[in-house]
DNA sequence: GCAACAGCCTATAGGTATTAGGCAAAAGCC
DNA sequence: GGCTTTTGCCTAATACCTATAGGCTGTTGC
C-alpha cells in the first residue's frame, strides 16, 4: 500500500484551507482524513486530537497574519502605518475567514505566549510611536485599535454592513480617519 | 409515566443558561436532555433540529440586550447615554457570555429582520441625535460604536486585557472618552 | 539481507444529531 | 364517567464524529 505522506506540518495547512473553505466550526479531522484518502485512525499519529489541529490552524493564522503585518508596516509611519496594518488585517479576514475565525481560537497561556501574538502588540505600539502617547495611555490605545479592527473585520464578516448604504469600505476608511485624529488629539477635518 | 412539561420556551430558556455555564459552542441537544431528564428525541417534538434552538437562543439573547440597553438609555443623553448603552453591552457579555457569543450567530436574513437586532440600530442612532452627525457620518458612527463595543467585549472575554496593566476597566473608560469626544469633533481633554 | 521503526490499517467504543413508529397520559366530548 | 383524539415522551435505528488499541507492511539503517 502506498504511504500518503502525512505529515503534522500538511495536516495543519490542509487544515486552514478546509476551515476557508467550510468555516473554522466545521473542519474536522475525518473531513481532513477523507481529502487525504486516509483513514480517519492514521490522523492520530501526527496529531494529538482535534483540538491540537485547531490549535495548530489558530497558530499557523497567527504567523501569516503577524508576516503579512510587518512587511505592510515596514517603511511606514503615522497614519499610512495605521492604515497599512488595518488593512492587512482586514484584506486578511476577507481571503481567508476560516483561518481569521482560528486566530481567534483561546490558547492555553504557554501556546499564546510561544504564538506570533507578542508580534502582533509589538506592531501596535510601534505604529502608536508615531502619535506620542505615554504610558497608560499607550496601552488604552492598543486595545481600542484591536477592539476596532477586530469588531470591524467580525461585524463585516458576519454579513453586518452589507445590504446597507454607504457600502462597508466608505465607513472603513472614515473610521481609519478618525481614529488617526484621535490618536493625534485633534479634531477630524 | 410522568410528564416532562417540555415546552419550546423553556428548552431554549435552559439552553442559555447552558450556553453561559459550558460556552455557546458546547451547547448540545443531548445535554440539554439530560438536564431535563428526557430521552434526546423526546426533545424533537419541540425542536426543529439543533440549529433551531441556537437561534432560539439567540434570539432570547438580542431581546434580552435589547431590553436592558432601551431601560438605561431611558432619560439619558450624551456622554451619558453612550456610558449606559456600552456598558449595557460589556455587563451583559461578562454576566452571560454564553448568550452573549449565540447574539453574534449568523441568523438567516428572515429571522434577523424579525429579531431585536433592529432595537440594538435604533437605540445607536438615538444615541447619535446627540452628537450632531449627518448622513453618511451617522451610519459610519453606528458601525464605529458596534465595532468597539463589540471587539472591546469579545477581546476581553477571550482574556486579552487580563493579566496586564492597566486593568480592563480603565481602558474602557478611557476608550468611552475618546470616542465621545472623537464624535463631537473636539479633541478630548 | 535482516532487524527495527514508522506509517497506515482494521476493529472497537462512545458521543451527538436526527428520523420513524409506538404507547400511554391528558384533554375534549357525550 | 367512559370513549376518542391528541399530544408527549419512549424505543429503535441510522449516520456521523472523536479517540484508542493493536496489527501488518513499507522503509530505513546496519
Same mark, same amino acid.
Given at each position: 500500500?502506498? *504511504? +500518503?505522506?502525512?505529515?503534522?506540518?500538511r495536516l495543519v495547512r490542509a487544515g486552514a484551507e478546509l476551515a476557508d473553505?467550510?468555516?473554522f466550526e466545521h473542519v474536522t479531522v475525518s473531513e481532513l482524513a477523507r481529502r487525504f484518502d486516509v483513514k480517519? +485512525?492514521?490522523?492520530?499519529?501526527?496529531?494529538?486530537?482535534? *483540538?491540537?489541529?485547531?490549535?495548530?490552524i489558530a497558530l499557523l493564522a497567527l504567523e501569516e497574519l503577524a508576516d503579512r503585518a510587518a512587511d505592510a508596516l515596514a517603511g511606514r509611519a503615522g497614519k499610512d502605518a495605521l492604515d497599512a496594518f488595518?488593512?492587512?488585517?482586514?484584506?486578511? +479576514?476577507r481571503e481567508h475567514p476560516?483561518?481569521?475565525t482560528a486566530a481567534r481560537l483561546r490558547l492555553d497561556p504557554d501556546t499564546a505566549a510561544a504564538s506570533a501574538?507578542?508580534?502582533?502588540?509589538?506592531?501596535?505600539?510601534?505604529?502608536?510611536?508615531?502619535?506620542?502617547?505615554?504610558?497608560?495611555?499607550?496601552?488604552? +490605545?492598543?486595545r481600542?485599535?484591536?477592539s476596532v479592527f477586530h469588531g470591524y473585520v467580525s461585524l463585516e464578516a458576519a454579513g453586518g454592513f452589507s445590504h446597507?448604504?454607504?457600502?462597508?469600505?466608505?465607513?472603513?476608511?472614515?473610521?481609519?480617519d478618525r481614529l488617526d485624529a484621535l490618536l493625534r488629539g485633534r479634531p477630524a477635518g
Open positions: 500500500m502506498a *504511504r +500518503a505522506g502525512l505529515t503534522r506540518e473553505e467550510v468555516g480517519v +485512525a492514521s490522523l492520530y499519529s501526527h496529531l494529538r486530537n482535534s *483540538r491540537e489541529l485547531k490549535t495548530g488595518a488593512n492587512v488585517y482586514r484584506d486578511y +479576514a476560516g483561518r481569521y501574538g507578542g508580534r502582533h502588540a509589538q506592531m501596535m505600539r510601534a505604529i502608536l510611536r508615531g502619535y506620542d502617547l505615554a504610558e497608560p495611555e499607550q496601552t488604552h +490605545a492598543v481600542l485599535l484591536g446597507s448604504a454607504p457600502d462597508a469600505q466608505e465607513s472603513w476608511a472614515w473610521i481609519l
